[in-house]
């Protein structure tokens, strides 16, 4: 099992930052990536960044590239998403996942382990 808590939501001014940390327990030695998705009122959840360990790779979706960077310490501990130059339309919950098998790191039901989500709220 591995366990996922997120911290640093909160509201920020459009064109402002915001730092999201996921720190994960557990059994993360088992770990083949992390990942954040985000899901809007009304809205499914959708892929946003992820670290994959196999490989060593990064990936967004189209809509943060350049403005988001995910990264993470290492150890399979800590995943964050530096989030820059912010949007109204990034308001959303974020959600940290991890994941222990090979499928695509983009997908949400490649995951089976989610934290509880943290609310991102960027103001006009």
């Known amino acids: 099992q591995v366990q996922l808590v997120e911290t640093g939501g909160g509201l920020v001014q459009a064109g402002g930052s915001l730092s999201l940390s996921c720190a994960a327990s557990?059994?993360?030695?088992?770990?083949?990536?992390m990942g954040w998705f985000r899901q809007a009122p009304g809205k499914e959840r959708e892929f946003v960044a992820a670290?994959?360990?196999?490989?060593?790779?990064?990936h967004y979706t189209d809509s943060v590239k350049g403005r988001f960077t995910v990264f993470d310490d290492s150890a399979k501990t800590r995943l964050y998403l530096q989030m820059n130059s912010l949007k109204v339309e990034d308001t959303a919950v974020y959600y940290c996942?991890?994941?222990?098998?090979?499928?695509?790191?983009?997908?949400?039901?490649?995951?089976?382990?989610w934290g509880q989500g943290t609310q991102v709220t960027v103001s006009a």
């Open positions: 670290i994959s360990w196999i490989g060593i790779s990064t």
């Open positions: 996942a991890a994941k222990t098998g090979y499928n695509s790191p983009e997908v949400a039901s490649s995951y089976e382990y």
């Open positions: 557990g059994r993360t030695f088992s770990l083949t990536g």
